[in-house]
């Protein structure tokens, strides 16, 4: 690795080359003309990437990228299987603590609660100190409350360590994401993303599955939290040995660190450090508030987050679901009964692989057709033509095939279908968010993540009354029938998208062509700068107001 220094205060003649450890290489003697009365818009002291940069982690070899997008990938598995774990030992658990049913539902519930927190802290952390050390820490803690929770002698502290364990296990939530933004370029990183989508499915439904069959073979319950911590602390030190900082500024910073110390000279700097301090009241407005500001401004936003939100709830009502069809209605023990939530998985990785073999080279070829204009984010949305009636055809498939009289195995096609229409339900809109809102993205993505977030936490604590209540006939039924009602949200995208975008304050692809596309740095501070001015437009109008 190589960087090039300038000798003197303006750009001059004279080219330093210093090799990594510090070694002069070569001196080159290159002509710069004089600029004129022009402004030269090139900091020759502003550090960034040279082209082929090994800093760079958009050049990594393939091979390391895609071992850290696996990486990524299990680190979210880890998190998911985490949430659903205690469904397969929570009888004995409600027998040795003598809770009731609703409190033992607390420990998946809770833990998922702590998604809604994690995400307001570990997003914002990552991109003030880069992706590895929110990693290393939120890991390390995170494995240090599923030991407590092996060792927990009552209630209170049980459930006190499943919310905090879950508020440390939302880091990869956010930032495996973020993580794989760092290290693809846009044509490559909807295949990765496709496949890494896969962790947040089949970890909730390897939960149940692992749990049950430590339950079925006699030993205690204690030994789910000691094999997620024994889980959780392989990838502490994965991330430990393996991982590196992917996070452009934060490596810049470091390279602008290491010039200044090899040449002395203290004017070279990156972005990230000359850019505008911000005060701590609105840092925390900016990190809590804004993603619901956003969303609550953008009808488009909330609309797609009521329909997100109300999917990922009903893969947390299953938890409850389930066990209530196969344990109770079909008598088979809890290591079968999890056997049943692998359909969800498998009709995932199905999902993904026809994400990638049918529409991926479809968006691949419309970018190339439209270039240099960008892929309208509306093309994202065409997998839910298909998606959304097939999660309301699975709803109803699993209602009326769910007695005992009925073979087992057609709700388990339903459950199939149920993986399968999430999977894509989620890559076409989470991919819309990011496509329209592309410099708030991360906004917009946290207050998706916050929300969801609270249906996981609240659907799984009315699922048994509910399916006492109604039989599962009906329950399920009834899920279907509000998967109906909101099934036209993405329809209405596909057909009135653009003119919402026209009108959108947030969504500045509306008639972006490709080239006026910024790095994602340099764009998101120029929104937060918009941002934050508006804000102030607004106080000052208030305070006329009141005066």
């Not at 002395?264 to 990156?270: H, I, K, L, W």
């Amino acid at each position: 690795m190589s960087a090039v220094v300038r000798k003197s205060g303006a750009p001059s003649d004279a080219d330093t080359i210093f090799e990594q450890d510090g070694s002069v290489r070569s001196v080159r003697i290159a002509a710069h003309p004089d600029p004129g009365p022009e402004k030269n818009t090139v900091d020759p002291y502003q550090v960034t990437f040279d082209e082929n940069d090994p800093e760079n982690p958009k050049s990594w070899s393939r091979a390391k990228r895609w071992y850290l997008t696996g990486l990524g990938g299990m680190f979210v598995l880890n998190a998911t299987f985490a949430s659903s774990a205690p469904s397969g030992i929570a009888l004995d658990m409600i027998k040795e603590f003598h809770m009731s049913i609703e409190v033992g539902t607390l420990t998946i519930a809770l833990f998922v609660a702590g998604y809604c927190v994690g995400p307001l802290v570990w997003g914002p952390l990552s991109e003030q100190y880069g992706r590895r050390i929110p990693f290393l820490i939120s890991f390390f803690v995170y494995t240090l409350f599923q030991v407590g929770c092996a060792l927990s002698k009552n209630t209170g502290s049980m459930l006190v360590l499943r919310f905090l364990g879950g508020t440390f296990a939302a880091a990869p939530l956010t930032n495996s994401g973020a993580l794989m933004s760092d290290i693809w370029d846009a044509d490559t990183r909807g295949k990765a993303l496709a496949l890494f989508s896969l962790a947040p499915f089949a970890g909730p439904a390897l939960g149940p599955t692992v749990a049950g069959f430590i339950s079925v073979r006699g030993v205690s319950w204690r030994w789910v939290f000691w094999v997620l911590a024994l889980f959780a602390g392989t990838c502490w030190v994965a991330i430990l040995l393996t991982l590196p900082e992917t996070y452009a500024p934060t490596i810049l910073v470091a390279k602008a660190r290491r010039l200044r110390k090899d040449t002395g000279d203290a004017r070279y700097y990156a972005p990230m450090e000359r850019a505008p301090q911000v005060a701590l009241r609105q840092r925390v407005s900016n990190i809590l508030l804004r993603p619901f500001r956003i969303m609550f401004r953008e009808p488009m936003l909330l609309a797609i987050n009521t329909y997100l939100s109300f999917v990922y709830g009903c893969v947390y009502l299953l938890f409850e679901a389930f066990p209530i069809v196969f344990t109770r209605g079909h008598g088979f023990n809890a290591g079968v009964s999890g056997l049943m939530f692998l359909p969800i998985a498998v009709g995932g990785a199905f999902a993904v692989l026809g994400y990638l073999v049918i529409f991926n080279p479809r968006y691949e070829r419309e970018s190339k057709r439209r270039a240099p204009s960008p892929v309208p984010p509306e093309f994202r949305l065409e997998m839910t033509l298909f998606a959304s009636p097939i999660f309301v055809v699975s709803f109803f498939w699993f209602a009326w095939t769910s007695a005992p009289t009925i073979s087992f195995w057609a709700p388990l096609m339903a459950a199939g279908c149920m993986g399968f229409s999430i999977s894509w339900i989620f890559l076409a809109l989470l991919n819309y968010i990011v496509d329209a809102y592309l410099f708030v993205a991360a906004s917009a993505l946290a207050s998706n993540t916050v929300l969801r977030s609270l249906a996981g936490a609240a659907f799984p604590l009315f699922a048994t009354q509910m399916y006492d209540a109604l039989g599962t006939q009906w329950a399920s039924s009834l899920i279907g029938f509000v998967a109906l009602a909101l099934m036209p949200i993405p329809l209405v995208l596909i057909r009135y998208g653009p003119h919402l975008r026209q009108h959108s304050r947030y969504a500045p692809t509306k008639m972006m062509p490709a080239s006026a596309v910024q790095p994602d740095a340099e764009a998101a501070e120029e929104a937060e700068a918009a941002e934050i001015a508006e804000e102030r437009r607004e106080r000052l109008g208030a305070e006329k107001s009141a005066v």
